[in-house]
């Protein structure tokens, strides 16, 4: 059985750090896509960043660019992402997913992949 597992998150002033990290059971992520997506209330789910973990290769969102950094531990197994200068809206729940690497997929595309595996969630919230 498959679980992407999520961790971290929680509540911090505006220009405060916070990491939320994704650990995989199932599954070695070193062949996968892990995106990284948010959804705050009353708005669609958004995408905020994506690693292929093959070759290491990232994508970020224009609003987190500078900001957020997604990186992988192949030793445990996880993905993790640090956010840096949060902001107020950057508050949201945070969701990883996974997909497996195949060749007719470009990272180019990656808020739109069909992805496999999601977490479970985890809220992030940046107030005063």
């Known amino acids: 059985q498959v679980q992407l597992v999520q961790s971290g998150g929680g509540l911090v002033q505006p220009g405060g750090s916070l990491t939320v990290s994704c650990s995989a059971s199932?599954?070695?992520?070193?062949?996968?896509?892990i995106g990284w997506f948010r959804q705050a209330p009353g708005k669609s789910r958004e995408g905020v960043s994506c690693?292929?973990?093959?070759?290491?290769?990232?994508m970020y969102a224009d609003s987190v660019k500078g900001r957020f950094t997604i990186s992988r531990d192949s030793a445990k197994n996880t993905v993790s992402l640090q956010m840096n200068s949060l902001k107020p809206e950057d508050t949201a729940v945070y969701y990883c997913?996974?997909?497996?690497?195949?060749?007719?997929?470009?990272?180019?595309?990656?808020?739109?992949?069909?992805?496999?595996?999601w977490g479970q969630g985890t809220q992030v919230t940046v107030s005063s």
């Open positions: 997913a996974a997909l497996r690497e195949r060749t007719y997929y470009s990272l180019s595309e990656w808020t739109i992949f069909p992805y496999e595996y």
């Open positions: 199932g599954i070695r992520l070193d062949h996968y896509y």
């Open positions: 690693i292929r973990s093959s070759e290491g290769d990232t």
